[in-house]
């Protein structure tokens, strides 16, 4: 194979009560990246269209990922990389993940296997850590396994598929303004007291409940969060208003999506993330804030070839 095109989803992490541990992948929202075989031995980024992104391969973090891995494989060719970004970087929508994880997958394929699931992972972790300085394996975990996972160890990495219920789908607001994962997880406290980490643990535990016995209420309750949300809420605009609107409008649950500043709201059935996109668009119709409404079902599986 000397050439191949992906679809790289959008993921959302944390899923309120899971800081850094939980984070599930869309099936409709995500990059286009086409990867080329080069003889001239060197990783470019040749196209990025709908982003303003760096193309030096050590800062792109799909640049990056792939010169680390060939450069590892002792590979005698360069790639070349197109990438189409379908919503911003600093989204909170696991932009960067999307590119890192993306990278990570193509980069396999075009050595013919080589690396594992796990070091796919762990390169697609080196990317994060280009983009926001921390080797998170949250998004980038959930955009290569598909569905949603639980990094439920990081010494050693061991990740956990966890099933999707059939009628769960997501609704999604990414306010157009650009928070920085990196300052985002700046702003956290290093420790937290006995009593905040029993009742996040517990809801992390209600959610893996609920998602394997498809109890949609219990789904619902768990999407709490006592750690991360007090902190990181006050910097994007309307955030209560939002919350509200979805619980309001029948959304089983809602919460940050990453680091923001997207908000994600998780529904039953189809019909009902439109409404709660509807609920999204009444909170900030009238704002000064550009912004975008996405709906989609949980992508069953993680990056896909296009031509498949
Ligand atoms: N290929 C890439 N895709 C997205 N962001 C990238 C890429 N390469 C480097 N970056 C940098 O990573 C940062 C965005 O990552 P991050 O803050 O984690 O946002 P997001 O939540 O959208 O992933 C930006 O500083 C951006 O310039
Ligand atoms: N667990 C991380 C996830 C960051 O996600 P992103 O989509 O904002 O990059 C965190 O919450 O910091």
């Known amino acids: 194979m000397d050439q191949l095109q992906i679809f790289s989803p959008a993921t959302v992490a944390n899923v309120s009560c899971g800081y850094d541990a939980m984070a599930f992948a869309l099936e409709?929202?995500?990059?286009?990246?086409?990867?080329?075989?080069?003889d001239l031995g060197k990783t470019r980024i040749v196209k990025i269209e709908?982003?303003?992104?760096?193309?030096e391969s050590n800062k792109n973090v799909a640049a990056a990922v792939a010169k680390r891995m060939l450069q590892d494989a002792g590979a005698n060719f360069g790639v070349d990389i197109e990438i189409v970004k379908k919503y911003k970087p600093g989204s909170g929508l696991g932009s960067s993940a999307a590119s890192g994880a993306g990278a990570?997958?193509?980069?396999n394929q075009l050595l013919n296997n080589r690396?594992?699931?796990l070091e796919q992972l762990k390169y697609a972790m080196f990317g994060e850590e280009v983009a926001c300085g921390s080797q998170i394996a949250d998004n980038v975990a959930a955009a290569l396994y598909g569905g949603f996972v639980l990094i439920r160890s990081y010494e050693p990495l061991d990740i956990v598929s966890i099933p999707t219920p059939s009628q769960l789908f997501v609704t999604?607001?990414?306010?157009?303004?650009?928070i920085k994962t990196e300052d985002a997880r700046n702003i956290l406290p290093k420790e937290i007291p006995m009593k905040t980490a029993i009742s996040q643990w517990a809801n992390v535990g209600g959610l893996i409940a609920g998602l394997h016995s498809s109890d949609y209420d219990l789904i619902g309750r768990s999407l709490t969060d006592h750690v991360v949300e007090p902190y990181r809420k006050k910097?994007?605009?309307h955030f209560d208003a939002l919350k509200r609107a979805a619980l309001d409008h029948g959304a089983l649950g809602a919460g940050i999506s990453g680091s923001g500043p997207s908000v994600f709201a998780l529904?039953?059935?189809?019909?009902?993330?439109e409404k709660i996109a509807a609920a999204f668009n009444e909170v900030y119709k009238d704002s000064a804030i550009d912004y975008r409404i996405y709906t989609s079902g949980i992508a069953k599986t993680g990056i896909t070839l296009s031509n498949e």
Do not use: C, W
């Open 267 to 273: 529904v039953k059935g189809a019909e009902m993330a």
């Open 235 to 237: 910097f994007i605009p």
């Open 172 to 178: 999604v607001i990414h306010p157009q303004i650009e």
């Open 28 to 38: 409709s929202l995500g990059d286009e990246m086409t990867f080329r075989k080069n």
């Open 115 to 117: 690396y594992t699931k």
């Open 50 to 55: 709908g982003a303003d992104l760096p193309f």
């Open 104 to 107: 990570a997958f193509a980069i």
